[in-house]
Every structure is written in structure tokens, then in C-alpha cells.
């Protein structure tokens, strides 16, 4: 039972994405919108337009917005595997409610020493609560790009969701 509930939680997140699940970045560099990291594709090569990528900026981030808050377990994220890996070295991964500063002053679920080129790595968050999961490279001038970004986690009921009617 608890095997299929949490593939059926893992798959509204990803069915979510592909009905409107929102995905922004700080900007958009070489057409790599941020959409490629939720379209299910871990193919880390860029040529294959399965990446994002921001212009070289301070603090370049990416922002998922899953509309309603989650207890997020793991964030798994797939680096881009043919050039540039070391980009993402000393990145935050942030979850929480705030959208000021875009986002980037959220609790910090890890920081990624590394993530080897075309590698996925995941990331535990202890059930952190949030809508909203920034990644960001703080504090140097760089370019984020990312070939998916998977988050696995349980809704959060709200009060809402227990009335009668």
C-alpha cells in the first residue's frame, strides 16, 4: 500500500507539472527555458533542448511553484552532463511560502557540494514544508542550468480541505 501511494504522489507531482505547474527562472540564456526541467527528460546533454539555462547573473535561480503547499521528502536533481558541471557546486536547494527576493530567502533544504556531469542526485529535505522550492547559486556571478528537477512529497491538508458542506 504504501509503495503505490507514493508512486501515485510522485506522479500527481509530475502530472501536476504537465497541467499547469508553474517553473520560472531568474532569466533565460541561449533558449533555455525553464520549462525543460519538468518535462520528464534527463537527458543532460543541451544540444538535446532538454535543459535550462539562465544568462551569467548574480544569484541566478530557478523557482518551481507547486500551487499548494507539500511536505517535500527529496528534490533529485540531473546536472548537465556535457559541459559546465562545476556550475552548480555550493547551489541551495530552498523550500518555503516567500516569494521575496524571488523566493531565495527561504529555509535551505541542502546546499549541493557537487553533482557530477549527467549524474542525478537526490536530496533529502525531511519533509520541509513548502509551495514554492528555489534553486540558487548565491553570491558569485555564474549560470545555472539544470537537465530535471524532480521533487517527491505529500500534500498538506489545509482547514479548507476538512470542512463540511
Known amino acids: 500500500f504504501y509503495n503505490i501511494s507514493l508512486l501515485f504522489v510522485i506522479m500527481t507531482l509530475y502530472l501536476f ?11 533565460v540564456g541561449w533558449s533555455g527555458i525553464p520549462e525543460r526541467v519538468i518535462d520528464g527528460n534527463r537527458d543532460s546533454t543541451y544540444k538535446q533542448r532538454s ?12 523557482r518551481l511553484d507547486l500551487l499548494k503547499m507539500f511536505k517535500v521528502k527529496t ?5 548537465r552532463g556535457d559541459c ?11 523550500i518555503g511560502n516567500s ?29 520541509m ?9 548565491p553570491d558569485r556571478m555564474e549560470y ?4 530535471e528537477v524532480e521533487v517527491e512529497g505529500i500534500e498538506v491538508s489545509t482547514d479548507d480541505d476538512c470542512k463540511l458542506t
Open 75 to 79: 528534490v533529485t536533481i540531473t546536472n
Open 51 to 62: 535543459c535550462s539555462h539562465t544568462k551569467r547573473e548574480l544569484k541566478p535561480w530557478l
Open 84 to 94: 559546465c558541471s562545476d556550475r552548480l557546486n555550493g547551489a541551495e536547494i530552498r
Open 17 to 27: 507539472f504537465l497541467i499547469g505547474g508553474q517553473v520560472a527562472q531568474s532569466s
Open 144 to 147: 545555472l542550468t539544470l537537465s
Open 129 to 137: 514544508e513548502g509551495r514554492y522550492i528555489n534553486i540558487v547559486i
Open 99 to 127: 516569494l521575496i527576493d524571488n523566493g531565495n530567502t527561504n529555509p535551505i533544504c541542502t546546499v549541493i557540494k557537487s553533482i557530477t556531469g549527467g549524474r542525478t542526485e537526490t536530496f533529502e529535505c525531511y519533509e
